[in-house]
Nanobody, 124 residues
């Protein structure tokens, strides 16, 4: 029922930055916890970052902590992922996800819907 569309991926050199966006369709976006995940070829999808419905609480995977920042603009039904100091191992398909349980604590993020993903490639 909910559609998520990511954008902002591309090719960047190691040490560079990218900002990903995810626009959600539907109502009550401001009531839902959101997250970013990525998947490299031959690897499992991994959690990167989550944000509470209000945007007041966030959590990150250790691999991206200090380099990536998740944020949201509820007025625009959009969640962002600012990625700095990118490394070749950051290469993968980045997907946005939404938890349909209203006001779920970000620590318990459980995605119900996923976007199609956007490719991020970091060259060395």
């Amino acid at each position: 029922q909910v559609q998520l569309v990511e954008s902002g991926g591309g090719l960047v050199q190691a040490g560079g930055s990218l900002r990903l966006s995810c626009v959600a369709s539907g109502r009550n976006f401001r009531a839902y916890c959101m997250g970013w995940f990525r998947q490299a070829p031959g690897k499992e999808r991994e959690f990167l970052a989550g944000i509470s419905a209000s945007g007041g609480r966030t959590r990150y995977a250790d691999s991206v902590k200090g380099r990536f920042t998740i944020s949201r603009d509820n007025a625009k039904n959009t969640v962002f992922l600012q990625m700095n100091s990118l490394k070749p191992e950051d290469t993968g398909v980045y997907s946005c996800a939404i938890d349909q349980a209203p006001y779920r604590a970000v620590e318990y993020l459980s995605p119900d819907y996923w976007g199609q993903g956007t490719q991020v490639t970091v060259s060395s």
